[in-house]
Structures are given as structure tokens and as C-alpha cells.
């Protein structure tokens, strides 16, 4: 969200960026380097360098970030084979359901939009009521 945010002005260099999201920086950095392989993210070495996202956050949808990291998030399980039990086809076919409902709305949110609803939720978490 920080490389959304900073888009396209600057890069940050990790260990900034570890401080800002309080993760472990080699953590982080594992992160950082599956993105950059990934052509999601240019670096820059020396001073005023770091990462910085490589496409406008409105052309990245937040789906194509997870697939990179963690692969389809899927609830998928192996076709069922003929001697399966009905119960076992009706989770089957559920689950298909649910793996493609979340592609489509992971895909359907980009980093951009993301980042608005965050800013709209941490907004309105500071309101003060009397």
C-alpha cells in the first residue's frame, strides 16, 4: 500500500518500508524481490534508491499481486472420480464456485481502489462522537 501511495515520486528503500508495515525486513525483502522478478516493481541502487511500484496502482489489480506471491488462491480439490459420493461432488462443485468468485473479485480491485478504501475506513475509525 506504501508504493501505491508513493506512486510514481519516489522509490523507498526497504528497511523504510519494513518500519512503516512492522514487518520483519527480511521478510520484506523476500517480498520486494518475488515482486521486482515479477515486473511489478522497478529498483534503484544508491542514493534516493530503493522500489517503487513499475505501472500505475490503478493498472494493478490486487489478484495479479497474490498470484505473484502466493499463487491462485483456490479451494479446489482434484476431479472427482467416479466412485465419489454425491456429498463429495457438491463440495467439489462449491468450491469451484467459491475459487472463481474470489479471482473475479480479486481481479476486479486494483491497487488504486484498494488504497481508497483503506483511506476511507482508517478516516472514519478517527471520528470522534460525543
Known sequence: MQLARLWPRSYVQSKD???YENLPTKFL????????R?????????????YRLSRSPREVSVGEIIRRLEGRLTVKEPAPRAETSPGEVAVHLLNERLTDATDRVLDAMTLEELME???????AQQMYYI
Open 17 to 19: 518500508l519494513s518500519v
Open 29 to 36: 525483502e523476500s517480498i520486494l524481490l518475488a515482486l521486482r
Open 38 to 50: 515479477g515486473g511489478f516493481l522497478d529498483s534503484k541502487v544508491g542514493s534516493g534508491g530503493g
Open 117 to 123: 478504501q483503506v483511506s476511507k475506513l482508517a478516516t
